[in-house]
């Protein structure tokens, strides 16, 4: 699913941090400033990794919720000719499905995230620059976990009331408000860890690389929750296997 995928993986601020080389002379309080920046993020991840209960119980409510409201909505199409379903408003489908499991699966690391901007909001650089970097990154961040569900009952109707032939206006709608959260959320994050690559200093190197390990798990974490939950979604709409 395009984009949304990178989001349930992590979309939620868990880009790699590479074991980047220090830059050589970067202020001192750059270089304060970045491991502290760095202790906050690991923490961040921790406790996002820590969430995962949470995550499987939002997205379970979540699925529940959808499935109570609208069940059995596309088994009509399960009759249609095999191929009938136009392509492309399927792939549009499927990816309203998808980010809006993604949706559901945020709303459980918001509170992590709130300590992670408090902690970073006030840290202190060298230049303005660097500090409006930052709030960019945590602003961006916050719009996309602030971002609601899609009407996907409603959505779903509509395309099975076409037999699958066209992608509903609110599907298109709100695929492109998800597409421009997520563009901002990524630029942001690109230059957010521009900043800690420059002033990151060698010393963190093994911070830095336990992040990793900690992102890689929680990945693998919210996978295992969102692919069964994102089957049991389809089964409950009425498409069959």
């Known amino acids: 699913m395009r984009g949304s995928q990178k989001w349930v993986a992590l979309g939620i601020a868990m880009g790699?941090?590479?074991l980047w080389p220090a830059a050589a002379g970067a202020a001192p309080i750059d270089r304060a400033s970045d491991h502290a920046a760095l202790v906050a993020y690991h923490g961040y991840l921790e406790d996002v990794l820590s969430s995962t209960p949470a995550i499987h119980t939002a997205t379970d409510n979540h699925v529940s919720?959808?499935?109570?409201?609208?069940?059995g909505v596309l088994t009509p199409l399960n009759s249609l000719p095999p191929g009938s379903v136009n392509q492309g408003a399927a792939l549009s489908f499927t990816e309203e499905l998808g980010g809006d499991l993604a949706v559901a699966a945020g709303t459980a690391i918001r509170a992590p995230f709130a300590q992670l901007a408090a902690t970073l909001r006030p840290l202190r650089w060298s230049t303005p620059q660097t500090g409006k970097t930052i709030r960019g990154y945590l602003t961006a961040e916050r719009r996309m976990l602030r971002l609601g569900p899609s009407r996907l009952c409603a959505d779903l109707k509509a395309f099975a009331a076409s037999n699958g032939q066209q992608t509903p206006a609110g599907t298109d709608r709100w695929l492109a408000k998800l597409a421009v959260l997520q563009a901002a959320q990524q630029s942001r994050l690109a230059a957010f860890q521009a900043v800690l690559e420059r002033f990151r200093s060698p010393a963190d190197a093994g911070l830095v690389a336990d992040s990793e390990r900690i992102q890689r798990r929680f990945g693998?974490?919210?996978k295992s929750i969102l692919m069964p939950e994102a089957k049991r979604l389809l089964s409950a709409l009425g498409l069959s296997s």
């Open 16 to 18: 790699s941090l590479a």
């Open 65 to 71: 919720s959808i499935a109570a409201r609208c069940p």
């Open 220 to 222: 693998a974490a919210v």
